[in-house]
């Protein structure tokens, strides 16, 4: 007898809640339907998050995704909409969510959405948090000075666009030698100005204010 998908996602104790560590989840079999064609689509998810008080359950998330198989919805709107529940249930310190979309109609499509106490700008956040999420996206920078959108990915221009101006946000010095060579790394794939049109539209009413990116002509 096959089990029931559900939208229920359940949580346990995070076990160190005094030390930042990494979740990764990978599942390869997520599928959803098309909402123009009803036809299914079939995706590679991948998960990765810094836990604070709460970690999701694994069999609540796997039922949770099954819940997705007769689910219409476009690729952008339903890799959102499980980011947004991730975070609603657990409330973590960071999270990234890529959704790598199978090949249809001879387009390949790879959604990431991300999560990084997007609350700074609402001026709710603390500086506990607020230095925890530094200190991981420190961490997390490549040997060469920038970011990827996963765990050993490649280098991503928005992904380290936005990293480089959160940093300073929290007050990360740009003379500092990781900031020297994150601007160095944006600056040679182009500058600020080569992001995608998302990451510009976030970027363009703070950075014109009080803070400088990485661009041809600032610097």
Request: hydrophobic content about 35%.
């Amino acid at each position: 007898m096959s089990k029931q998908a559900v939208k229920t996602l359940e949580t346990f104790p995070n076990p160190n809640p005094e030390r930042d560590y990494t979740i990764n989840f990978e599942i390869p079999e997520f599928s959803c339907l098309c909402p123009k064609t009803g036809q299914p689509d079939f995706a590679v998810l991948e998960i990765e998050y810094i836990p604070d008080n709460l970690c999701v359950e694994l069999k609540s998330l796997k039922l949770y995704i099954w819940s997705y198989r007769d689910h219409g919805a476009f690729h952008e709107a339903v890799t959102n909409k499980i980011l947004d529940d991730l975070v609603a249930t657990i409330s973590p310190r960071f999270m990234n969510i890529s959704a790598d979309f199978n090949v249809r109609g001879g387009i390949h499509t790879n959604v990431t959405a991300e999560y990084i106490m997007m609350n700074h700008f609402s001026g709710e956040i603390n500086n506990k948090t607020e230095e925890k999420i530094a200190a991981y996206l420190r961490d997390q920078q490549n040997e060469e000075g920038g970011w990827s959108l996963y765990t050993d990915g490649n280098f991503d221009l928005s992904c380290s666009v936005k990293t480089y101006f959160a940093l300073k946000l929290v007050g990360d010095d740009q003379h500092e030698e990781h900031m020297i060579r994150a601007k160095t790394m944006i600056l040679n794939h182009g500058g600020a100005a080569h992001c995608n049109v998302f990451t510009r539209i976030t970027m363009a009413p703070v950075s014109y204010t009080h803070l400088t990116l990485p661009t041809n002509r600032e610097v």
